[in-house]
T-cell receptor, first 111, second 115 residues
Framework: QKEVEQNSGPLSVPEGAIASLNCTYS??????FFWYRQYSGKSPELIMS????GDKEDGRFTAQLNKASQYVSLLIRDSQPSDSATYLC???????????FGAGTRLFVKA | GAGVSQSPSNKVTEKGKDVELRCDPI?????LYWYRQSLGQGLEFLIY????????KSGLPSDRFSAERTGGSVSTLTIQRTQQEDSAVYLC?????????????FGPGTRLLVL
């Protein structure tokens, strides 16, 4: 059983639409949650981190966390072609140092 | 330094040869991580360093893989007797103190091709 699961996609949305990316995790004691963006041929870079239940907004990005459902999501409003990338969900485990990454969801934003 | 650096950026080697991959973390970061990413796949955790010690080596795929870190800074990942399945991008990341609730900053990666 995978510890962090994401739909591999690709998820295709038109420019200006809302892209919704989802992630579930198995370790109920997880305390830290991250979304990284990875452009093709590049390294992952952090977009958002979230530690408490609820929503966290940063510009066009909103991370949502529901620990009871073991679910974390990323919403991208007013999607742009430049948002086309693979989005990696990462979860900090209860061991304290190890971050488990999902396989990523590929997002295509059509102009 | 300004960010995590890795060298070489690309490495082509023949099956059976040994390779060394280097990572230079952000200055002051005590935690250092190695991951492997095969084409179109997610990140596979290999090893984690806190300072010079490696509390978790559970991700190393086989005894052909080893890593060390000296001076709490530079780390070297060594792959002995390389196999074609070792071909991947090897990513290094560092974080401030490795408590698992921090951002990891990634280097550009080393693209390894084993012929």
């Amino acid at each position: 059983q995978k510890e962090v699961e994401q739909n591999s996609g690709p998820l295709s949305v038109p420019e200006g639409a809302i892209a919704s990316l989802n992630c579930t995790y198995s370790d109920r004691g997880s305390q830290s949650f991250f979304w990284y963006r990875q452009y093709s041929g590049k390294s992952p870079e952090l977009i958002m981190s979230i530690y408490s239940n609820g929503d966290k907004e940063d510009g066009r990005f909103t991370a949502q966390l529901n620990k009871a459902s073991q679910y974390v999501s990323l919403l991208i409003r007013d999607s742009q072609p430049s948002d086309s990338a693979t989005y990696l969900c990462a979860v900090g485990n209860t061991g304290g140092f190890k971050t488990i990454f999902g396989a990523g969801t590929r997002l295509f934003v059509k102009a | 330094g300004a960010g995590v650096s890795q060298s070489p950026s690309n490495k082509v080697t023949e099956k059976g040869k040994d390779v060394e991959l280097r990572c230079d973390p952000i200055s002051g970061h005590t935690a250092l991580y190695w991951y492997r990413q095969s084409l179109g796949q997610g990140l596979e955790f290999l090893i984690y360093f806190q300072g010079n010690s490696a509390p978790d080596k559970s991700g190393l795929p086989s005894d052909r893989f080893s890593a060390e870190r000296t001076g709490g800074s530079v780390s070297t990942l060594t792959i002995q007797r390389t196999q074609q399945e070792d071909s991947a991008v090897y990513l290094c990341a560092s974080s401030l103190d490795g408590r698992g609730q921090e951002t990891q900053y990634f280097g550009p990666g080393t693209r390894l091709l084993v012929l």
